[in-house]
C-alpha cells in the first residue's frame, strides 16, 4: 500500500535466506517494477542479488511454475490491488498486510481493512502498521478488531542488524 512493502520484503527474504538458511525467491506483482528497477540497475538483467533470486516483469499465470521450482521460500510483493492479486495472496502460508497509519495515509488502510474483514476469514493474518503512534493504533485495532503490529525502522533491508532479525522471527 505505498508504505514500505518491498522494503519489507526484502528484508524478509533476506532474513529467511541468511538466518534460516532457506532457498529463498522474490515475486514481484506489485505493478510498480521497483525491484526491476534495481535488479538492472545493480547488474543488468541479473535476477540474482546476495543470493536471493528476484522475479520481477511477471504475470500471475507464471507463478505455479516458479513455485514449483527448487525454492524453499518465497516472498510475493502483491501491491496495494487486493482484488487481482487475492488468488495468489490466498494461497501463501503467512498472509501479511502492510499499511501506514499515518493520517494521510490511514484512509487507505482502513479501506483495505473492511474490504478483508468483509470478505475474508483474515483471524490468522498479520496485520502490520508502519508509521504507527499508539493511540491511533489502538483506534484502529478496536474498530476493526485486529492486533496491529508496528513494523520497527529497518536502516538496510540487505544488510539485517539483531534488531531487525527480532522483528523478523516474529512475523515468519
Same mark, same amino acid.
Given at each position: #500500500? !505505498?508504505?514500505?512493502? +518491498?522494503?519489507?520484503? *526484502?528484508?524478509? =527474504?533476506?532474513? #529467511?535466506? %541468511? ?5 529463498t525467491a *522474490?515475486? /514481484?506483482? %506489485? ?6 528497477? #534495481?535488479?538492472?540497475?545493480?547488474? !543488468? ?6 543470493? *536471493?533470486?528476484?522475479? +520481477?516483469?511477471?504475470?500471475? !499465470? ?9 525454492? /524453499? ?23 501479511? *498486510? &502492510?499499511? %501506514? ?14 474490504e478483508i474483514?468483509? &470478505?475474508?476469514?483474515? /483471524? ?7 508509521? =504507527?503512534?499508539l493511540l ?8 476493526? !478488531? ?27
Amino acid at each position: #500500500m !505505498g508504505c514500505g512493502v +518491498t522494503h519489507l520484503s *526484502i528484508a524478509l =527474504a533476506n532474513y #529467511m535466506q %541468511s538466518v534460516l538458511g532457506r532457498k529463498t525467491a *522474490i515475486i /514481484e506483482l %506489485s505493478g510498480q517494477y521497483e525491484l526491476r528497477d #534495481m535488479i538492472q540497475k545493480e547488474g !543488468g538483467n541479473k535476477q540474482k542479488l546476495l543470493g *536471493i533470486c528476484y522475479y +520481477t516483469d511477471i504475470c500471475v !499465470g507464471q507463478i505455479p511454475e516458479i513455485m514449483n521450482s527448487r525454492y /524453499e521460500a518465497f516472498v510475493l510483493d502483491l501491491g496495494s490491488d487486493y482484488r487481482s492479486v487475492r488468488e495468489e495472496f490466498l494461497r501463501c502460508d503467512r498472509k501479511i *498486510i &502492510t499499511g %501506514s497509519i499515518s493520517p494521510w495515509k490511514v484512509s487507505a488502510y482502513e479501506h483495505y481493512l473492511k474490504e478483508i474483514i468483509a &470478505t475474508e476469514n483474515y /483471524e490468522s493474518w498479520e496485520f502490520l502498521a508502519l508509521f =504507527a503512534n499508539l493511540l491511533d493504533k489502538k483506534k484502529i485495532q478496536k474498530r476493526y !478488531g485486529v492486533r496491529l503490529i508496528s513494523i520497527p525502522w529497518i536502516e538496510n533491508p540487505f544488510y539485517l542488524k539483531k534488531e531487525d532479525m527480532c522483528f523478523l522471527q516474529k512475523i515468519v
